[in-house]
């Protein structure tokens, strides 16, 4: 009722209520902790409303029959509820209502995690030889949301290529291919499954290679130099998979001496003479292919030495050579020096009247 002018206005600055929420993801099985806080609350009324916008709570009163969700705490800044056993039906969005004006809302969205079944590993074949390609198939079946998966040979990443299926849940493939070598026998391929409610989730399967043998020839005997007259005893030894079936000896570009005895994997010839020189091959084959080792027979005097055949040095013997031809010389120049003072001696004394002929016959 004053005027306008001489009015004085006085402003209250009061903090407003604040209604704030999070969302949940939680595994299916496991329990969901929805909370409703409230900052500045003057006293009005906090409730939690399910996504059909049934009411859950009312202050600290369940009018849901739902016993799942219990509640947790409440207080004037905070109504939090728990619900147990989650499953694919509870997801959706919450809401958490404070009585105002207007009324305050805050959404809760709770997400529910599927974790994989365990991931299966099909191969195109169960064995596969050494420089062909192999394929794996890894499968992740029923999760949400899709699983990742990853692919190890060993210690080395392996790149794959996926696919997925999405039905109610998700089904992920992922399939890798790569060529072997005899190295990769045994080495376990892993297949691993990555996804937010699982983890350390894998399948392995150790491969399988076939190879060809590989082959060594080794000497059970002589010890040494191989001379005439003594025996020869050579052993082949062969490693492949599958384990050779068939081992042969054979002299290449010649016959086998007729006396050489082949048992399995061994040579023996006995009263070795220089006839028998040559290469003595092991051939070793299976499924996968062959392959060889090659032994080269000398056959030496039987008075030849451990040390036989030495390389001759021509470098040394050529410094031997000059510094016995330098020192010959260095003899000659001082013999030649010494019989010449010699023989200069020698003429004086015949030209000097007063010797005697007993004095130059003394020293002639």
């Known amino acids: 009722s004053c005027p306008f002018s001489s009015c004085v206005f006085v402003f209250f600055l009061v903090d407003s209520q604040n209604l704030a929420t999070d969302n949940v993801s939680v595994i299916e099985g496991e329990t969901a902790t929805i909370s409703c806080r409230v900052k500045n609350n003057d006293d009005s009324v906090i409730q939690l409303l399910n996504p059909n916008r049934q009411t859950i709570y009312f202050r600290d009163l369940r009018p849901l029959k739902d016993s799942r969700f219990q509640l947790v705490n409440f207080s004037d800044n905070e109504l939090r509820v728990s619900l147990s056993n989650v499953s694919l039906s509870d997801e959706g969005r919450y809401v958490c209502q404070l009585y105002t004006d207007p009324p305050q809302e805050a959404y809760a969205d709770i997400s529910v995690l599927v974790p994989p079944g365990s991931p299966i590993i099909e191969s195109r074949e169960d064995v596969v030889s050494e420089g062909n390609e192999t394929e794996l198939t890894c499968i992740s079946i029923g999760s949400k949301p899709a699983a990742s998966i990853r692919w190890m040979k060993g210690e080395d990443d392996l790149t794959g290529w996926r696919y ?23 080495v376990p391929v892993d297949c691993i499954v990555d996804h937010p409610a699982v983890k350390d989730l894998l399948a392995q399967r150790h491969l ?43 002299r290449v570009d010649e016959d086998v001496p007729p006396h050489a005895v082949v048992t399995g994997s061994d040579l023996y010839i006995e009263n070795l003479n220089k006839s028998y020189n040559g290469t003595y091959r092991c051939v070793a084959s299976n499924a996968v292919g062959e392959a060889y080792d090659d032994y080269v027979l000398h056959v030496y005097d039987s008075r030849a030495s451990e040390g036989a055949p030495q390389k001759i040095d021509h470098a040394v013997i050529g410094g031997v050579v000059a510094v016995v031809m330098f020192a010959i010389l260095c003899a000659l120049i001082v013999l030649g020096r010494y019989f010449a003072r010699h023989k200069e001696a020698s003429f004086s004394l015949l030209s000097d009247p007063s010797l005697d002929c007993r004095v130059l016959f003394c020293t002639v």
């Open 208 to 250: 399988e290679v076939l190879y060809k043998p590989e082959v060594k020839i080794v000497v059970t005997y002589p010890d040494g130099l191989t001379r005439e007259g003594d025996n020869l005893d050579l052993t082949c030894i062969a490693e492949g998979k599958p384990h050779p079936h068939q081992i042969n000896w054979l």
């Open 164 to 186: 997925e299926i999405r039905e109610w849940m998700f089904t992920v493939t992922s399939r890798v291919r790569f060529s072997v070598t005899k190295e990769d026998d045994g």
